[in-house]
């Protein structure tokens, strides 16, 4: 059995910072190129980052660079995302998947493995 269980999200103020957690199980995670996308209220499927199973090659979007920090724990079988100087913008739901498939910035559920998602709320 698959599973993908995203933690660590929560409401914020502008400027602050929240480390998000994905626990999985099922697959060869160590292995495994992982990415974090998120949804904000209304609007699509968007890519963050992703980190290779080996965790030597990260990507970033434009939007979070110099902010956000993609890393893994392979021996926890645990993908993490650190958000440092959160924006309002940065509001949305954080999902973890592994083996999606994203064009661009925009990502499809339509393959890969998904958690249920953890919601980041950024406002004063």
């Known amino acids: 059995e698959v599973q993908v269980v995203e933690s660590g999200g929560g409401s914020v103020q502008p400027g602050g910072s929240l480390r998000l957690s994905c626990l999985v199980s099922g697959f060869s995670f160590s292995v495994a190129d992982m990415k974090w996308v998120r949804q904000a209220p209304g609007k699509g499927l968007e890519w963050v980052s992703g980190?290779?199973?080996?965790?030597?090659?990260?990507e970033y979007a434009d939007s979070v660079k110099g902010r956000f920090t993609i890393s893994r724990d392979n021996a926890k079988n645990t993908l993490y995302l650190q958000l440092n100087s959160l924006k309002t913008e940065d509001t949305a739901t954080y999902y973890c998947?592994?083996?999606?498939?994203?064009?661009?910035?925009?990502?499809?559920?339509?393959?890969?493995?998904w958690g249920q998602g953890t919601q980041v709320t950024v406002s004063s």
């Open positions: 980190l290779n199973g080996d965790g030597g090659s990260s």
């Open positions: 998947t592994s083996t999606s498939y994203c064009s661009g910035s925009s990502c499809s559920k339509s393959r890969g493995y």
